[in-house]
T-cell receptor, first 116, second 112 residues
Framework: AQSVAQPEDQVNVAEGNPLTVKCTYS??????LFWYVQYPNRGLQFLLK??????LVKGSYGFEAEFNKSQTSFHLKKPSALVSDSALYFC??????????????FGAGTRLFVKA | SQTIHQWPATLVQPVGSPLSLECTVE??????LYWYRQAAGRGLQLLFY??????ISSEVPQNLSASRPQDRQFILSSKKLLLSDSGFYLC???????????FGQGTRLTVV
């Protein structure tokens, strides 16, 4: 079955420290992987994606993610966290649909708290 | 540039009343369109997706239906709302196979 797992409900980090939000996936074929961020009562905003190429992907707001095929992981990272990074983060994977197109499967989300 | 409009932003409806949420996309053609529901501020559940006009796929059995009368219009409906239909509804679109999805601002539906 195609799925995405975010094992941590919540991640707490102090401002200025590095942060990691974990994601593992299960999908047939080559994975197309995404990270999104959601602020309260808003839609999701795209951060970055991996399709092919370099395993380290750089995205918006200083975030990056590392694709690891052997561990089927796509962890989100940032070298120095900001209080404004506090939000809900979703990992997602492109999956095949029954109609021949594609759909996006999201993880359950990880809430990031950055303390000043 | 492409934009997505979703309305209303908030909605309070009584149990048993009908529902119609609308989503439109501008600046692109033949997008894939999606309706998601987010409960309790956490995970997203895919409700419906559409690869073209009048082509709707349902992911989970439920009290809701979707329609796509025009290429860039996606409507979520219900004939009779249930309390369990409360949640945050998000419309999204994408074009192409490897591209990211773009989301509307969401509609918070409260059924009372």
């Amino acid at each position: 079955a195609q799925s995405v797992a975010q094992p941590e409900d919540q991640v707490n980090v102090a401002e200025g420290n590095p942060l990691t939000v974990k994601c593992t996936y299960s999908v047939s074929g080559n994975p197309y992987l995404f990270w999104y961020v959601q602020y309260p009562n808003r839609g999701l905003q795209f951060l970055l994606k991996y399709i092919t190429g370099d395993n380290l992907v750089k995205g918006s707001y200083g975030f990056e993610a590392e694709f690891n095929k052997s561990q089927t992981s796509f962890h989100l990272k940032k070298p120095s966290a900001l209080v404004s990074d506090s939000a809900l983060y979703f990992c997602a994977v492109r999956a095949n649909s029954n109609t021949g197109g594609f759909k996006t499967i999201f993880g359950a989300g990880t809430r990031l708290f950055v303390k000043a | 540039s492409q934009t997505i409009h979703q309305w209303p932003a908030t909605l309070v409806q009584p149990v048993g009343s009908p529902l119609s949420l609308e989503c439109t996309v501008e600046g692109t053609s033949n997008p894939n369109l999606y309706w998601y529901r987010q409960a309790a501020g956490r995970g997203l559940q895919l409700l419906f997706y559409s690869i073209g006009i009048d082509q709707i796929s349902s992911e989970v059995p439920q009290n809701l239906s979707a329609s796509r009368p025009q290429d860039r219009q996606f409507i979520l409906s219900s004939k009779k709302l249930l309390l369990s239909d409360s949640g945050f509804y998000l419309c999204a679109w994408r074009v192409g196979q490897g591209t990211e999805a773009f989301f509307g601002q969401g509609t918070r539906l409260t059924v009372v």
